[in-house]
């Protein structure tokens, strides 16, 4: 069974402009979380979706925001980038229900901000 | 504030012996925890799941949990060089819950010396 893909690996963008990040689940998996994971701060939590919708929202502001397709794959939208969203952009994928914390990860995508 | 801790390490130890790694959780109501293993520069990935009071083994892996005590442990007998990375306590609720709900900790650096 295919991991967790996560496109693009590596992104160099500038501040202002706005990214947009996917990520397709491992097939039958129903929950497709994203973190962020810097080496200040660790793995920090930014938004789950389960079956196209958002179950929860971490304590990030409005910029960032995502999505959930029918088949299950998701994006991730930044707009108005800073330097400090440089980071490694993570999505991982669960079962969902009882396994929800049994979460598979993505290779990431790098996200530098200059 | 719901909290996972993990002493930051990092935790050097020779190879072959018994590498002991340790989490401590703040929310009584967490009854699922996860351990993740992350090499250098590369994705989370689950290494062990434990729900209930006790040890659960998995190859050189065992995860013992104290759910009096707020405590979870991983043991990796046999230690090797390939098990040098950081790893990542995580807690949660239990049952129906979603991703969203479980809390990482700040990972422990291990350093396995040949």
């Known amino acids: 069974k295919a991991g967790v893909t996560q496109t693009p690996r590596y992104l160099i963008k500038t501040r202002g402009q706005q990214v947009t990040l996917s990520c397709s689940p491992i097939s039958g998996h129903r929950s497709v979380s994203w973190y962020q994971q810097t080496p200040g701060q660790g793995l920090q939590f930014l938004f789950e979706y389960f079956s196209e919708t958002q179950r929860n929202k971490g304590n990030f502001p409005g910029r960032f925001s995502g999505r959930q397709f029918s088949n299950s794959r998701s994006e991730m939208n930044v707009s108005t980038l800073e330097l400090g969203d440089s980071a490694l952009y993570l999505c991982?994928?669960?079962?969902?229900?009882?396994?929800?914390?049994?979460?598979?990860f993505g290779p990431g995508t790098r996200l530098t901000v200059t | 504030q719901k909290e996972v801790e993990q002493n930051s390490g990092p935790l050097s130890v020779p190879e072959g012996a018994i590498a002991s790694l340790n989490c401590t959780y703040s929310d009584r109501g967490s009854q699922s925890f996860f351990w993740y293993r992350q090499y250098s520069g590369k994705s989370p990935e689950l290494i062990m799941s434990i729900y209930s009071n006790g040890d659960k083994e998995d190859g050189r892996f065992t995860a013992q949990l104290n759910k009096a005590s707020q405590y979870v442990s991983l043991l990796i007998r046999d230690s090797q060089p390939s098990d040098s990375a950081t790893y990542l306590c995580?807690?949660?609720?239990?049952?129906?819950?979603?991703?969203?709900?479980?809390?990482f900790g700040s990972g422990t650096r291990l350093s396995i010396r040949p």
């Open positions: 995580a807690g949660g609720e239990p049952g129906y819950s979603s991703a969203s709900k479980i809390i």
């Open positions: 991982a994928s669960s079962l969902g229900g009882g396994r929800s914390g049994e979460q598979y």
